[in-house]
């Protein structure tokens, strides 16, 4: 029987090894996991107190929608989790209130509920936003940076505020720099393909409803969430499926192990570390794309320098908490576009989202090389890569965040398709 081989410990790791350990006949009897550091769970990571409270120094909520969002649902029922989730339905004031800092205010930012009312900064009603939409005609492109979308969709305000304050938040990156392809593909698709953004997510609509697997996920749907967390921060989610891991045969955890070099030969790869040498079946990559460019070795260079075209940001985290409620707007925070000039790309109130993770403290920390940066021609990136795996017939996947999508649930889901897809699972 086969070997696998992941490589990297975070998220998407993880989620890779438990569905490879979850394969029904499947082709693997052995799977490696090798991580180089001694934390398991990549960027997510809780800082838990005595006290119960909890700072996340990464991710810190996950959303229920679309096919990775109910995936992700269904990982942690599948985990015996469902009494710890912390959910937020969409009636709470984090959900209802989001702003954005503008000339030294905070500003809300609209909502359905305002669509016949104008607001700064935009100083035009969402109705009329997107009626002028639906009437701008479509211009074929292959990629364009978020901001020029925008624009000529909704509006150089809706561009300048909206788009770029969004890019600052999931990105940490700018709008005139990311691709509207890559960063936002849906929207994209809607209306490269129906020519108007909201003709197209209209007629998509239907098709984009997720199968619904989970009892957790029509809990979800039933009441309304727009995001959940876990007792204990998302950790709790990373710890359980390296709990996990102890009660199966399948699946071996190697710690403080970082690949060093990875070759092919033969339809088999071959991956040393600090202190062995393995021979593997298929190897599934969740190092960022810059890391697993950099053990490829020479006879692989053209995928080396494809892989590292894709750029990273660096991002400071800083974490405050107040004696009292200092915080008298409540919502879930606000967001800092980049033409504001200030060093701060956004603040969240997660006392006001989840307020069974309070505790009197600061921490400061630096992640460095954290965020993908998906600029224009990213899907470029993505598909060469591919296709020179699928061309050179190389026992290799390439998943995480540094191909299609930051989210922890695109992190999941994508590894669970590249999983099944390497064990051709229907």
């Not at 912390?86 to 205010?105: M, P, Q, W």
């Not at 200030?342 to 965020?371: A, E």
Request: net charge positive.
């Amino acid at each position: 029987m086969a070997t696998a081989v992941v490589l990297g410990g975070g998220v998407t790791g993880l989620s890779a090894a438990y569905y490879l350990g979850k394969l029904q006949a499947s082709p693997f009897s052995k799977v490696i996991l090798l991580e180089a550091s001694s934390h398991l769970g990549g960027w997510i990571k809780s800082i838990r107190h005595e006290d119960g409270a909890v700072f996340e120094m990464g991710p810190r909520s996950m959303r229920p929608v679309f096919n990775s969002g109910n995936n992700a649902l269904e990982l942690v029922e599948e985990l015996g989790l469902q009494d710890k989730v912390l959910s937020v339905t969409r009636e709470h004031a984090a959900v209802k209130n989001k702003f954005i800092y503008v000339d030294g205010k905070l500003l809300t930012l609209p909502t359905p509920r305002d669509i016949f009312r104008s607001r700064p900064p935009l100083n035009q009603t969402l109705a009329s936003l997107l009626y002028n939409e639906w009437r701008t005609k479509s211009i074929p492109v292959e990629d364009e940076t978020a901001h020029d979308f925008i624009s000529r969709r909704f509006g150089t305000q809706a561009a300048k505020y909206l788009a770029d304050a969004m890019c600052q938040g999931v990105f940490a990156g700018k709008s005139t720099l990311l691709s509207a392809r890559s960063c936002f593909p849906d929207v994209f698709k809607a209306e490269q393909e129906h020519g108007s953004v909201i003709k197209g997510m209209m007629k998509n609509s239907k098709k984009r409803r997720a199968a619904i697997k989970s009892h957790l996920g029509l809990l979800a749907k039933r009441e309304r969430w727009a995001m959940w967390s876990l007792l204990g921060g998302l950790q709790t989610l990373t710890d359980s499926i390296e709990s996990h891991f102890q009660e199966t045969e399948t699946v071996t955890v190697q710690c403080n192990e970082p690949c060093l070099k990875l070759e092919f030969l033969n339809g088999k790869a071959k991956l040393e570390t600090t202190s062995f040498s393995i021979e593997a079946d298929h190897v599934f990559s969740a190092l960022p794309a810059k890391d697993i460019a950099r053990i490829l070795p020479g006879n692989e260079s053209n995928l080396s320098n494809i892989l590292r075209k894709v750029p990273y940001s660096t991002v400071g985290l800083v974490h405050l908490e107040y004696e009292g409620d200092p915080v008298k707007t409540k919502g879930f925070g606000y967001l800092v576009p980049s033409c504001e000039k200030s060093r701060v790309m956004g603040v969240t109130f997660d006392s006001c989202c989840f307020p069974q993770l309070d505790r009197r403290d600061g921490k400061f920390s630096r992640f460095t090389n954290c965020i993908p940066q998906y600029v224009v021609g990213h899907h470029k990136i993505v598909t060469d890569s591919l296709q020179y795996v699928r061309d050179n017939k190389l026992p290799l996947s390439l998943l995480g965040a540094s191909y299609s999508g930051v989210s922890v649930n695109d992190c999941i889901y994508n590894a669970r398709q590249a999983v099944e897809s390497a064990a051709h699972v229907s």
